[in-house]
């Protein structure tokens, strides 16, 4: 219980207090202030009571299946956390540590990656806000670089375009629209939801300032085949004279692949990768509000982004967007790489494999879904019904959250816009019971959503219409509409009340 020491309510002057706890102070039937800020303070107990007890109703991250970012953290870590909210990011003659840490993280990074940077070599590459930011500096730094080529040879250079796959993460179009950039997406095809690197290549021209390739899709967590573009591009650059770079955005797959798949070619071992993104928030293993993004070398980050400024002490050099930040996603970072090593990492990521595999089992031995992600990829598992003429993924989706589950349901990008899935991320805090308890809650959805639908079958009709006063039996086809009518209103009645 809390105890809150709090002005009385008949006392307007504020003299006489009592104490009180705080379910039993006025402070609990006082509605949220949500327009205006209070004129009055109140106790700090009843406002983190009253804050946290709406928070309630928030989803449980550990179970919110939806997301790729870190739900859990050790203890230990938690504390350096803590112990570092209070220092900005920037003030880095101040907090010259936290800024040898980023240093050092960069470096691990980017010889993760196989850049090529000698062993004590500094690599080049900046800490961010997550894979967002990062792709924007990413993009930023191709842009300009292909604008000064341009500029040398007198050609026009207010017409950049990207290439990548429909597949994108949202921050891609962000950038294009942002930076005025066009964006050219190759389009997907059933059976097929990545970048087909051959049609990316066709679509290059001169204007283009980079090829971006996936390294675990969002959508599917397929891997791109960043090794098969590398060749393709070589081969257009050699023909047409021009030299398109191809960045990686492996916002999931930067932390998996070099521990699962260390022969897989798609990081700065192939020549043409000038950059590449990671969040450190998904499987880097660190909370929220960390990204990296890292260039193969100095030649690749044209000097003029970068920004100087003194007025904090000495010259510091800075190429993000957002200028304060807090620097405990970073010590954290630093936290996970000495802390779990690369046996650290590598071990998680075969878990959070295996775990996947036994949940991919799982739904498949319903015998009711197909299974679109890929057994070498990000560890997750997309999936969409087979038959989704009686109930859909997004049905699925609602009625899991009965079981606390959130798992999204969504439509692929054009031209597979006809499929639907339901995805599941396996993150490191996501154990064998929690895939247990996921298949057999699955198993009871689709048990309870049969049930509904065969219901609504036998109430729906008799399979009969009257057409001139004698019956006459319903075709297949009007029996389904019939069906899919009342499925729609039974769905709008749970969520509306009216049907
Ligand atoms: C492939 C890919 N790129 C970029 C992003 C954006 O990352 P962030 O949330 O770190 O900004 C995501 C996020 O899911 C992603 O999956």
Redesign the pocket.
Known sequence: MVLTRARSISDHDGDEEFVNSTFASRYVRCPLPKWRMPEQSVPKEAAYQIINDELMLDGTARLNLAS??TTWMEPECDKLIMASINKNYVDMDEYPVTTEIQNRCVNMIANLFNAPVGDSEAAVGVGT???????MLAGLAFKRKWQQKMKAQGKPYDKPNIVTGAN??V??EKFARYFEVELKEVKLREGYYVMDPEKAVELVDENTICVAA?L???LTGEFENVKLLNELLTKKNKETGWDTPIHV?A??GGFIAPFLYPELDWDFRLPLVKSI?V?G??YGLVYAGV?WVVWRSKEDLPDELIFHINYLGSDQPTFTLNFSKGSSQIIAQYYQFIRLGFEGYKNIMENCTANAKFLKEGIEKTGRFEILSKDIGVPLVAFSLKDSSKYTVFNISDSLKKFRWIVPAYTMPADAQHIAVLRVVIREDFSRSLAERLISDIGAVLKELDAITAQIVSSTTAHVSVIGGSLVKKSEREIQEDVTKHWKCFVNEKKTGVC
């Open positions: 790729f970012v806000i997550g894979s967002s930011e990062a792709i994108v993460q921050c891609w996936i675990g899709s969002t955005d916002a999931s993104n969040s928030h998904k990204g």
